[in-house]
């Protein structure tokens, strides 16, 4: 290969795409770690704390396309307080001062100021595709900004953000001359959008293939929208609720066959189930279909339309499908490969619809699952035994039982076996997420078994230290551990520090581990941030080494302590 | 079951013991008095909706260490608020549940009422009380003993327990808010030396019958996002569609007379007898001048086709109304079809009730009762 001229080597580079590859050829050799990162368009950052935007750009002068990822996984959860940190602006801030010619940039639990959208609106020429998912600090001000500025926006994706919506004007700042758009996703905003503006926006935009509506866009806007853009692909309906009888409604019943290119559907903010026979004529194509945030839609009228769904290959949903419902998704979606049941009520534990035996029959009936979010009353070890067999395919297996220590109703013992027999047969696992009475058990399972598994999240379980050290002996490809609530203390934390360097991060909070145990861990890898969260303040007044940590949360980085803490976070 | 709600509105994450540290009730030490927690000590106690009265039936019971749960008999009284010496007002699990094994892994509840058990030696268990769903429950008759959690080993406890006090407004989720534990945490009593929790509970695992009711900071770990939309949807939906999942039939329960509307999961029963005796449960504060020794005769086994036996002596019949907004008398059609159809409930005055049902009138005449109504 040392024959090869650079740029051939540049080429044969460009069909490396993915992260972890193009992340490996740069290690080969200092010539291939040059030529790889002068041509690297797209950066994938899992931790933003983990590197500097100054050695990002010193390194990728080419970068095009960012992803950053903020605050730890469990702070989806109300564990990580509100202002722990993961801003954007330092990012755009040093991204604009550089010559980087950003076109793409993708966040996920980060904090973003409309102050950052606004430079990130005027800094950037070529400025193609924002993605925000699980975001907040910004506003509909923010997003006027990028509307107003980014003439040549394709993307602007709003996935379950926070926002402060402060009505709608924000969609009529999108120039005339904008006729770019591709993907249009507003569906978080809480607020009234401008009709008008976005009739004549979706009519400008010709190459527009996804738009997601938000819960202020009645059905009749839909219907005009819907007449206007008949080449979309991926269709959010805001609000769904008309009268069967009326002109809309028949109106909007042409619309959508006309719509023969939707494949994906979601949705349904506001439903009046008795209108759903519209979709029927598109529900064959679809291959995803996401109904988890409409609790309008459930008994005989939503096995109806499932009934119509044969292709579907990605299906979210409510547990009042029930399990009854969950067989007719057997019967029916035979593509199905992922399903996530979120709960109606997730508060009333009693009342959740599914239990093992939808479970057990959708694994039955679709040989192609590979991905499960499941929320349910209650699980069987049988029935997990019986899902690993039917289904040795999954990647991302989270099975989350409402009541988190519950064990096997019918056995009464804990679910050690049943997730047992899940890594045992799913070899490929790289996802799981546990449940239920758990004992120490599982986890030897997990650390003998699991050896792809890259990320493992643990609430209320095991009985000692060895569960937590099985673990982080045996899964050789762990990147992300979060533990909540488990009887691990120190012995564990310290047993092989050196193992958090090959990982992104690790989360322990309600543990066993001390502040000693913690101060161990930062004194030995300097190369890791150990962050203790406490907001009781204790640790001011007692900083006893065996006082218990509330949570903390270490990483790996190579730029040492960040400077953006909080008073509450102490980085040892 | 639309609960009474609880005094503390926001989730609280609390590294000090749960806020009932403070108002526990102290059986165990041979006292019989059951001080409610954060009744009245509690100044973020929030009646957030009908009538701080109601905050009564759902504050969070946690006892001292060692302490078992008090046995809880006594009917269940709105009224009774200020009264603390009253007895409890509603039934919950029997205190030989309330029996903690060191090996059980608990949960908190803040919004039901629950009660906890501790154990010696259990500094290290984190406390979490699992109550029941609700108090109605023990009147169906599907109780909820039986603890099943084989826990194992011990619960670790740590710089405390992450209490959730949320309100239940309706349709509204208990959401999570971040800009209050600061608030909370001061209003609440200090730590035990904030590391260990001294309380542990019962975790009170059910099968079939509505489990208790998990209140745990992050858990199930749901994003806020998706909560507060899916509860914005409900909210809307109800209007539209008029019935919840089929995993519960709510329904309001409004009397002549009475101040504020109660709601009943109509799928918590399985019988006629099993409804009135909740309702009776519900409203007979309301009636007790009327009532009287009356109160009771509802208790008595009677005749599952008729419902206005069970107000047996009182001037009161339960009727409903149905899908096409006819108001019926309860009891004529079989129990499955009359959930189908139940959109809402009302204990009337016999008096308003002619019309409803002409049989009962007959019936009455028949047998020569005493002016209108069902008589004893």
Known sequence: MNYFPDEVLEHVFDFITSHKDRNSVSLVCKSWYKIERYSRQRVFIGNCYSISPERLIARFPGLKSLTLKGKPHFADFNLVPHDWGGFVYPWIEALAKSRIGLEELRLKRMVVSDESLELLSKSFVNFKSLVLVSCEGFTTDGLAAIAANCRFLRELDLQENEVDDHRGHWLSCFPESCTSLISLNFACLRGEVNLGALERLVSRSPNLKSLRLNRAVPLDTLQKLLMRAPQLVDLGIGSYVHDPFSEAYNKLKIAIQRCKSIRSLSGFLEVAPHCMSAIYPICGNLTFLNLSYAPGLHGNKLMKLIQHCRKLQRLWILDCIGDKGLGVVALTCKELQELRVFPSDPFEAGNAAVTEEGLVLVSAGCPKLNSLLYFCQQMTNAALITVAKNCPNFIRFRLCILDPIKPDPVTNQPLDEGFGAIVQSCKGLKRLSLSGLLTDQVFLYIGMYAEQLEMLSIAFAADSDKGMLYVLNGCKKLRKLEIRDCPFGDAALLEDVGKYETMRSLWMSSCEVTLGGCKAVAEKMPSLNVEIIDESEQMEFNLDDKQKVDKMYLYRTLVGHRKDAPEYVWIL | ?376
Request: glycine share 10%; aromatic share 6%.
């Open chain 2, 1 to 376: 079951m639309s609960p009474p709600l609880l005094g503390v509105e926001e989730e609280v994450q609390s590294s000090v013991s749960s806020p009932s540290v403070e108002c526990i009730s102290e059986n165990g030490m041979g006292l019989k008095e059951r001080n409610y927690l954060g009744l009245s000590d509690c100044s973020s106690v929030d009646s957030s909706g009908v009538s701080s009265n109601l905050n009564l039936a759902t504050e969070l019971r946690l006892g001292l260490p060692g302490s078992q749960s008090p046995e809880r008999e006594t009917e269940f009284c709105l009224l009774n608020l200020g009264k603390l010496d009253e007895k409890p007002l509603f039934p919950l699990l029997p205190s030989k549940d309330g029996i903690c094994s060191s090996s059980q892994k608990n949960v908190v509840t803040g919004n039901k009422r629950g009660f906890s058990d501790t154990m010696d030696g259990f500094s290290e268990v984190k406390g979490y009380v699992y109550t029941e769903k609700s108090w109605m429950f023990h009147e169906a008759g599907s109780d909820s003993e039986s603890p099943q959690s084989v826990g194992h080993g011990k619960y670790p406890g740590n710089s405390g327990v992450n209490v959730i006090l949320s309100t239940r407004s309706p349709g509204v989720q208990a959401s999570v808010k971040q800009d209050e534990p600061a608030n909370v945490l001061q209003e609440q009593p200090r730590a035990t030396n904030g590391t260990s929790l001294k309380q542990t509970v019962i975790s009170n695992n059910t099968t079939g019958a509505p489990a208790a009711k998990a209140q745990v900071v992050g858990w199930p770990p749901i994003r806020p996002f998706r909560t507060k939309t899916l509860a914005a949807s409900s909210k809307n939906n109800d209007e539209v569609d008029g019935k919840p999942g089929p995993g519960a039939v709510f329904v309001k329960v409004s009397m002549d007379g009475a101040p504020y509307l109660r709601k009943v999961d109509l799928r918590t029963y399985s019988t006629y007898q099993e409804l009135s005796s909740a309702l009776e449960k519900m409203f007979s504060c309301f009636t007790l001048g009327q009532c009287g020794s009356h109160g009771t005769a509802g208790k008595e086994i009677l005749s599952e086709s008729r419902l206005k036996d069970l107000l047996h002596g009182s001037e009161y019949v339960v009727t409903y109304k149905d899908k096409d907004g006819d108001w019926m008398l309860v009891g004529d059609v079989p129990w499955e079809m009359f959930i189908e159809t139940c959109k809402r409930l009302k204990i009337m005055k016999s008096s308003d009730a002619i019309g409803l049902a002409p049989r009962a009138v007959e019936k009455s005449k028949a047998n020569n009762k005493k002016e209108f109504g069902y008589g004893c």
